[in-house]
């Protein structure tokens, strides 16, 4: 008869033959799993579990599927069998959310338990693939990765020393150094050790890429065995990524085995398949290179026999085709002279038109410069005022000679009363005009002199003479706004000296010599 424990369940520490006080039965390993797996499998002949699909490889030789599904709390292994993977309407891959429909099973010889899927289907992807979803659309947004990437570099034919990024311990680097040293004896191989799973691995790649730039390395080669999704994650890390998307020399990425792809692979120049695909591509094979280099010694030598023998053909042609030296001398001087000839009359003549438009501009440069125009006014000023104090003169004595024979009409009728009557009109009149005389010079006079002050006020001179400046560039032209100016530009600052009169000129001016080191544009 079966005793029961606590709760109904089986008491296994119990012996069916001896009393309870002889003491706990001991059981064999074998006897506890098979207890426990009398146990669990009858209560879980069918379960329906939900997680992310990680580790999986595609088929084995048998056609069996192996992976694990796992969520944030536990991972469980999943079989489905060569029977009934047929059955299966989408592509499994590490990442993807499922739902496995399936019995439990516990395989005695390891102990473990696992899921013997009978059906899946898929729930959508898990939160790792997608934040590598995520991570590999930045990184191509950024133009690290993807169609934006900077060129990829090839890699040196022989490289005198090569960097290796991986753990001193992995078998990774046991693969590349055997490879390496079989294919080249003498290259040279430079180890940065770095932890390649793991936390903090991702910090300890990049400080092994940077360690390696500093040296004079040809070539970086970043690698690790084979592994889960999870054991290969630091090379989908974005530091890692970046790091060698940033390397100064080509990189050869060699991550896992050949289905295993992480984004350094995309960041890297060339992807290998294994550590030992890497260092094949790498190291070159020292007897294929000897052959190489024995086959090329061997065209270059019949390549050069073949160029002696034709270039001792021409040279014979040549010579027979060759005259006396002394004649074609000759030609080639009178050529010579015939050429110098026209080359000093073309010279002269482009000289000669040269210095014409140089006049030329010079004298529109003269037109233009203000002293030369602010003299032009005042001698159109000085020829108005003539013109003024001629017409006043000439209005002056027209109007005396008028008053002359006026007297003389006068004179000659000689009425007594008119005559003082007249004389005293005379009198008036002598003062009317005297005065209008004076008037007019006045208003002429007063005129002019607001016609010079709006004109020396128009004067850039004046302006300067107040204490303003004007600001030339190197090349000369002048620079009108503060917008126009740039940090570091030299100018140059023109000022008129203290108590400059009205005929001062530019060239009176003084010059300062500075450098912008900040602009401040108008508000």
Not at 125 to 149: K, M, N, T, Y
């Amino acid at each position: 008869m079966r005793r029961d424990g606590p709760g109904g369940q089986p008491d296994l520490f119990r012996s069916p033959t001896r009393p309870a006080a002889a003491g706990p039965q001991v059981l064999t390993v074998g006897a506890l799993t098979r207890h426990v797996k009398g146990l669990l499998e009858p209560a879980f002949g069918r379960v329906l579990v939900r997680g992310e699909v990680t580790g999986y490889r595609g088929p084995n030789t048998r056609g069996h599927l192996y992976f694990s599904i796992k969520d944030a709390e536990a991972l469980v292994d999943v079989k489905v069998w060569a029977s009934t993977a047929p059955r299966l309407r989408f592509e499994l891959r590490d990442g993807l959310e499922v739902t496995v429909d399936g019995r439990l099973e516990i395989y005695a010889p390891s102990g473990r338990y696992s899921l013997i899927a009978q059906r899946l289907e898929p729930s959508g992807h898990g939160a790792q693939a997608l934040a590598l979803a995520q991570l590999r659309e930045r990184l191509e947004a950024d133009g690290v990765i993807g169609p934006g990437r900077r060129p990829v570099r090839p890699l040196p034919v022989l490289p005198r020393r090569v960097g290796v990024v991986t753990s001193r311990t992995g078998a990774a680097l046991r693969d590349f150094l055997e490879v390496a040293t079989a294919r080249h004896p003498g290259v040279s191989i430079l180890l940065a050790d770095a932890r390649v799973q793991g936390e903090g691995s991702a910090q300890e790649v990049v400080r092994a890429l940077e360690r390696l730039q500093a040296t004079d390395v040809d070539v970086i080669v970043v690698t690790r065995g084979g592994g889960s999704a999870e054991d290969l994650w630091t090379f989908n890390e974005e530091p890692v990524v970046r790091a060698i998307a940033a390397c100064r020399v080509p990189v050869v990425s060699a991550i896992g085995h050949e289905v295993d792809v992480t984004l350094a692979d995309f960041a890297a120049d060339v992807r290998a398949a294994t550590p030992s695909a890497a260092a094949e591509r790498v190291v070159p094979a020292a007897a294929e290179l000897l052959r190489a280099l024995a086959h090329w010694r061997a065209r270059v030598q019949k390549a050069a026999e073949r160029r002696l023998l034709l270039d001792a053909g021409r040279v014979e042609v040549l010579r027979r085709r060759l005259v006396d030296p002394r004649r074609l001398l000759d030609g080639e001087r009178l050529r010579l002279a015939d050429a110098s000839d026209a080359l000093a009359q073309v010279l002269r003549g482009q000289l000669r038109e040269g210095r014409e438009g140089l006049a030329r501009d010079a004298e529109r440069l003269q037109r233009c410069h203000p002293g030369a125009r602010l003299r032009a006014d005042r001698a159109v000023l000085a020829e108005l005022r003539g013109r003024l104090e001629r017409a006043w003169a000439r209005g002056a004595l027209e109007r005396a000679e008028g008053l002359r024979a006026a007297q003389a009409r006068l004179v000659r009728r000689s009425p007594g009363p008119a005559v003082a009557e007249a004389g005293a009109g005379l009198s008036a009149l002598r003062e009317r005009l005297a005065g209008a005389g004076r008037a007019q010079w006045d208003g002429a006079r007063h005129r002019l002199e607001r016609s010079v002050q709006a004109l020396h006020a128009l004067s850039p001179l004046a302006v300067m003479a107040r204490g303003y400046a004007v600001v030339f560039r190197v090349d000369g032209t002048v620079l009108r706004r503060a917008e126009a100016a740039q940090v570091g530009e030299a100018l140059s600052l023109r000022l008129l000296p203290p108590g400059a009169g009205e005929r001062a000129t530019l060239a009176d001016a003084g010059e300062v010599q500075v450098t912008v080191a900040a602009v401040r544009p108008a508000r």
